[in-house]
Structure formats: C-alpha cells, structure tokens
C-alpha cells in the first residue's frame, strides 16, 4: 500500500486502517467482554465478491451496531466462524467497508467527525432534521455517493432511517436497490439498545446476550419488481414487516417502549 493511497472519497488509506485497528482493539471488550455476542452465518461473508454488496439491517444504536459490523465481517473474513476471538483480525482490516449514516449525527462532535472517517456515506434524512418533521428532495449527491461505495466495495445501510423498531422501510434502499443492482445482504441484530446509550458509544448494562444473524442474499428481480415489492422483501428480511408485531413477546414491545421513554428519541 503506498503511504498516501486514497479511496474514491479521498481518504488516506492508511491513516483509515490505523482508526479501524484502534477503534477495533478499543471496542473488542463491548462484544466479548463486558457483553457476548452471538453470531450466526458468518460463512456467507467469506464467500461474498470484493464489491457491489449491499448490507441491509435493522438498527438500534447510532453507531455500536456498525462497529460490531466491522468486527464480524473482518473476523470471518481471517477465518473465524461465528465468533470474534482475539482481536488480531482487525490488524489487517477490509479497507473499503463503508455505511450509510445522517449527516447531521455525523457532525454532533468530534468523535463522530473522527468516525465518519472510517467509512461513513453520509447523507440528507429527508423526512427529519433537527427534531422536526421535513420534506425535502434527495440529494443527487447522496445517491452518487452510494454508487461509487458499491462499486469499490462493501455498504452498510439501515433501511428504516431510524433506531425504533418497526418504523416503515424508507424507499430510498429499494431505488438503489433497482437502479444498482447490489447483492442485498440482510442482517438481524438484537441486544444493542439493552446494552448501550442511545448513541452506541457509553454502555448502559453489562452482561447483555447479543445477537447478529447473517442472512443468504436475497432474490431480487431488478427489473421486474416493483419499488413497494422489494420494500416489502426488505421488512420481512430484516424482520421489521409490520405483521410480525404480532409475534413478538409483549415484555419485549413493553420494555422498548420504556426505553423510547427514557432516550426521548430524535427521530
């Protein structure tokens, strides 16, 4: 790797593993430590192309969801299955991992700032911004941006644009989806919102099973399929469809609930 090799976005290549190997030896312990994960079908992140991959999961912390991400994918990808035992995965990380995220949480400090750095795309919510309901237009930019992602490597989104269960799957992943023509990899994560603040970045309670499953990818016809189709294929996949409400423990909606409370959710 040449000392000031860029990506496409025109990060140091370089200066991006050292934040990546830092942030992963810093959080290991969040996941296997003060928490245990368990995780399964890591083997379908081996046998993925270097590009045009599109991860899509529900979401319940800003940013501990993405970096468990990174933990397991460069886990299984140095051979380790279903697991992420000792760190050292992470000394020769997966370079081009990017995720989608709101600008506006992308720029709430330093930290964040810092963050972005590692992979973010950062995007234009067009239904919410700064507390308050909008409406405005997609950012051609943003779309853009989600291409060039795809075609140097891996995206992490987040479909719902929000870390409440069962919000509505926003169509903006299913145009990408039709328009792009990624493998659309879905994930089901849980056990985030009990373990850590809002954010993902102070943990709340120690001892906490999480969980995330990898899924096979999803049979999609690009062409053929209507925008609402794919959204709906979205919902089931990542277990967010609405009619699954109805099987979900009421002590579990009960305890969300509670936790809305408590966080005073943005959005």
């Given at each position: 790797m040449g000392l000031f090799k860029r990506n496409p976005f025109g990060h140091i290549l370089l200066l991006k593993k050292w934040l990546i190997r830092f942030?992963?030896?810093?959080?290991?312990?969040?996941?296997?430590?003060?928490?245990?994960?368990?995780?399964?079908?890591s083997e379908i992140i081996k046998n993925l192309p270097d590009t045009g991959v599109l991860f899509i999961s529900n979401h319940?912390?800003?940013?501990?969801?993405?970096?468990?991400?990174?933990?397991?994918?460069?886990?299984?990808?140095?051979?380790?299955?279903?697991?992420?035992?000792?760190?050292?995965?992470m000394w020769?990380?997966?370079?081009?991992?990017?995720?989608?995220?709101?600008?506006?949480?992308?720029?709430?400090?330093?930290?964040?700032?810092?963050?972005?750095y590692a992979g973010?795309?950062?995007?234009?919510?067009?239904?919410r911004a700064k507390g308050k309901d909008i409406k405005r237009e997609v950012n051609p930019n943003d779309t853009e941006n989600i291409k060039i992602a795809l075609n140097d490597g891996?995206?992490?989104?987040?479909?719902?644009?929000?870390?409440?269960?069962?919000?509505?799957?926003?169509?903006?992943?299913?145009?990408?989806?039709?328009?792009?023509?990624?493998?659309?990899?879905?994930i089901v994560i849980d056990g985030f919102r009990r373990s850590f603040d809002r954010k993902g970045l102070r943990i709340k309670k120690k001892g906490i099973l999480q969980s995330m499953v990898i899924k096979?990818?999803?049979?999609?016809?690009?062409d053929n399929e209507s925008i609402e189709e794919i959204v709906e294929k979205i919902e089931f996949a990542i277990e967010q469809h609405p009619s699954l409400l109805k099987v979900i423990p009421v002590e579990v909606l009960q305890e969300q609930e509670e936790l809305d409370k408590k966080r005073k959710w943005e959005y």
């Open positions: 942030f992963g030896m810093i959080t290991h312990q969040r996941y296997r430590g003060f928490n245990q994960m368990h995780i399964e079908g319940q912390t800003y940013f501990a969801d993405v970096v468990a991400m990174f933990h397991v994918f460069n886990a299984s990808l140095s051979g380790r299955e279903d697991n992420i035992k000792n760190v050292g995965y020769h990380p997966k370079l081009n991992i990017y995720y989608v995220a709101a600008s506006e949480t992308m720029h709430e400090g330093i930290l964040p700032r810092i963050l972005a973010a795309i950062t995007v234009e919510r067009t239904w891996w995206v992490i989104t987040f479909p719902q644009g929000t870390t409440r269960s069962f919000k509505p799957v926003r169509k903006g992943t299913a145009h990408i989806i039709k328009q792009h023509k990624p493998i659309v990899v879905p096979e990818p999803l049979v999609i016809d690009y």
